[in-house]
């Protein structure tokens, strides 16, 4: 695996599933009374947010102390960006302050790319303007997993305003990596020049679409980037293009309706829709937490999870405690499984118990 996250297209397929299966162990955590591991302890992780986020700043760090890495919360409103400071000497001051990991949202596309170039430290992309946010299409990936049991030959459904969606490209990318036939449904006017580049289909119509689709994903209407009319009314569009009970009745039995939030409802998702059985929006938030501590776990080639197994008996209370005494024994023979760059801290490195060798090897 690649040392920054900042593509969907960085992953190939077994990195892809690497990061969906470390998940799926890690998600394991979310049902234990203690819901820590003391896996990237002595490491620091940054989030450096300059656009607006609840939820993906919150999930960011939640996984990052779930792992007890300290977070530092970086936000550009009421810092130095405010009085004119470039993102290099952000970054270089942040690099000054030891950071591990840089989660970065910025509303410009290409900003982590940038930041890759001046920090050592890993750049994850937590959202960089219309390009790309690819935690968010792997969180995507592993709800359809836990939901209908794969990825591969899904029939997925991307709708709405795909022209300023980050969402939608590293979903369109990270799911064709993974086997799933992807068709975008918009109004050509939200649509990108490109698109017939991408490895997808288009079309205009949502209901000629839903009857063969497994997963069907609405993306909000983003008018915060839109500084042209790209269509004539709300109205509609929703009516064209947004997602409400009779359309929701064409798809078969088994289809999930997925959105990544926030969402406008009653625009491209009808509340009845939004708080469906069918609906996976809030495991999405739950998934997205475990899928970012996997994502953490790996760029930061993290130690061990103490020797016990996730699923086995040693994570109640007491096993928690056990593990974390045992992370402070370095095992020799196997304490390379963690380690990154010269120059990052080796505090991480506590042995290899919890993944494979072959896993190990790929995180490093
Ligand atoms: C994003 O940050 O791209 C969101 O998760 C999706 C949106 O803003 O609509």
């Known amino acids: 695996m690649n040392r920054h996250l900042i593509s969907a297209a960085d992953l190939s397929r077994d990195d892809a599933l690497l990061i969906l299966d470390t998940a799926e162990e890690l998600a394991q955590l979310a049902e234990r009374p203690i819901r820590?591991?003391?896996?990237?302890r002595g490491r620091t992780v940054v989030n450096l947010f300059y656009e607006d986020s609840t939820r993906t700043r919150i999930s960011f760090e939640a996984a990052a102390k779930r792992l007890s890495a300290d977070v530092i919360n970086f936000s550009a409103k009421g810092s130095s960006v405010a009085k004119g400071e470039?993102?290099?000497?952000?970054?270089?001051?942040?690099?000054?302050?030891?950071?591990?990991?840089?989660?970065?949202?910025?509303?410009?596309?290409?900003?982590?790319?940038?930041?890759?170039?001046?920090?050592?430290?890993?750049?994850?992309?937590?959202?960089?303007?219309?390009?790309?946010?690819?935690?968010?299409?792997?969180?995507?990936?592993?709800?359809?997993?836990?939901r209908l049991g794969r990825v591969d030959g899904l029939r997925v459904a991307i709708v709405g305003d795909v022209l300023h969606s980050r969402v939608a490209r590293s979903n369109v990318l990270l799911l064709r990596t993974l086997g799933a036939d992807v068709t975008l449904v918009a109004p050509p006017t939200l649509l990108p020049v490109a698109v017939s580049a991408w490895p997808c289909d288009v079309s205009y119509d949502l209901s000629a679409v839903l009857p063969k689709t497994d997963v069907v994903m609405m993306l909000r209407v983003q008018a915060e980037r839109m500084n042209a009319a790209y269509f004539p009314t709300v109205r509609e569009y929703s009516r064209r293009y947004g997602l409400d009970a009779a359309r929701m009745a064409m798809l078969p039995d088994h289809s999930i309706v997925m959105h990544p939030g926030p969402m406008n409802r009653g625009v491209e998702i009808a509340a009845e829709v939004a708080d469906s059985a069918r609906s996976t929006i809030v495991e999405q938030v739950a998934n997205g937490v475990s899928v970012r501590m996997a994502v953490l776990y790996l760029l930061l080639g993290?130690?061990?999870?103490?020797?016990?197994?996730?699923?086995?008996?040693?994570?109640?209370?007491?096993?928690?405690?056990?593990?974390?005494?045992?992370?402070?024994?370095?095992?020799a023979g196997e304490a390379d499984a963690g380690r990154t760059d010269a120059g990052r801290t080796d505090a991480g490195r506590e042995g290899a118990g919890w993944l494979s060798n072959e896993a190990a090897e790929v995180a490093r």
Do not use: C, Y
């Not at 820590?36 to 990237?40: A, E, G």
């Not at 982590?112 to 170039?117: I, Y």
């Open 86 to 146: 470039s993102l290099k000497d952000t970054a270089l001051t942040l690099e000054a302050m030891g950071a591990d990991a840089v989660v970065i949202r910025h509303q410009a596309s290409g900003a982590p790319h940038r930041l890759a170039g001046w920090v050592r430290g890993s750049v994850v992309n937590a959202g960089d303007g219309t390009h790309e946010h690819p935690t968010q299409a792997l969180l995507d990936a592993f709800t359809m997993r836990r």
């Open 302 to 331: 993290g130690a061990d999870l103490g020797g016990a197994d996730l699923g086995g008996a040693g994570l109640g209370n007491a096993g928690t405690g056990a593990r974390q005494a045992d992370a402070g024994k370095a095992d």
């Open 36 to 40: 820590k591991l003391p896996t990237l």
